[in-house]
């Protein structure tokens, strides 16, 4: 393959005039290829070529991406983990890999950095409802994927009702909210009786508060985190309880 490839010193001219003050880019370039090239100069008695700047992608990658992520974080490594083929060693395949592995960790590492963001700003200019409302949306009862404006409608009209509600169970309430609470500071496992979504009872270890009169449950069965409205908990009973009621 090297047989009708020119010397290094022929071509050595060329190179200089491509590399020199110009800004190099490339994958632990700086152990490696950096040196290389500096060797070969100096072997043929001539001033090497100096980069107006280095963007090295390995270290910078080890410091942000993580190795977790993508193992040894070597080129082969990095173009099987996005899906980019087998490294070729060959010194074109490799430039294009070098790049499109560079493109690929920028794009991860500028949406983990903004997408947050973006996506809290996309939300905020959409005319659907926001994540909170359909969240009290689907704890009310309502199709929110229906005209947002027609739900929050029919949410301002329960929240309503639901208030003068509120001033009758007021007393149970607080009383249920206390027990909630100390349950929540021991991480006990209770049986929820639940008047909403899908009725009935359920076991649950509650978490935290969201609001004043919504809480977060870790769910037993299905093992993920739910939120529960204060008002449609029918009552909160320990397993042993249940077990004696039912003995009854």
């Not at 993580?66 to 490799?94: C, I, P, S, V, W």
């Not at 009209?157 to 609470?181: F, H, M, P, V, Y």
């Not at 409205?229 to 009973?237: A, D, F, K, S, T």
Request: hydrophobic share 40%.
């Amino acid at each position: 393959m090297l047989d009708k490839a020119p010397r290094f010193e022929d071509v050595a001219d060329n190179i200089y005039r491509i590399l020199h003050d110009r800004i190099w880019a490339g994958h632990n370039i700086v152990r490696f290829d950096n040196r290389r090239i500096e060797e070969e100069f100096k072997r043929i008695g001539k001033a090497p070529p100096v980069p107006k700047g280095v963007i090295d992608t390995y270290p910078l990658l080890r410091a942000s991406f993580g190795a977790k992520r993508a193992g040894n974080l070597k080129m082969a490594t990095l173009g099987h983990y996005f899906g980019l083929g087998a490294e070729r060693h060959r010194a074109l395949e490799d430039s294009r890999m070098n790049i499109e592995v560079l493109k690929n960790c920028a794009t991860v590492l500028f949406l983990e950095q903004y997408a947050e963001q973006a996506m809290k700003e996309s939300v905020e200019d959409s005319a659907t409802l926001q994540p909170d409302e359909e969240l009290d949306a689907k704890l009310l009862g309502l199709d929110f994927e229906d005209d947002a404006v027609e739900v929050g409608e029919k949410m301002k009209a329960l929240k309503i009702g639901e208030s003068t509600e509120q001033k009758k169970l007021n007393a149970a309430q607080i009383q249920l909210k206390d027990r909630l609470q100390k349950m929540m500071d021991s991480r006990t496992k209770v049986l929820l009786d639940y008047s909403g979504g899908k009725p009935g009872v359920r076991p649950i270890i509650p978490i935290s508060w969201d609001r004043s009169n919504k809480f977060k449950a870790l769910c037993v069965r299905s093992g993920i985190e739910k939120f529960y409205l204060l008002e449609r908990v029918v009552g909160i009973h320990q397993e042993t309880e249940e077990a004696d009621r039912k003995s009854v």
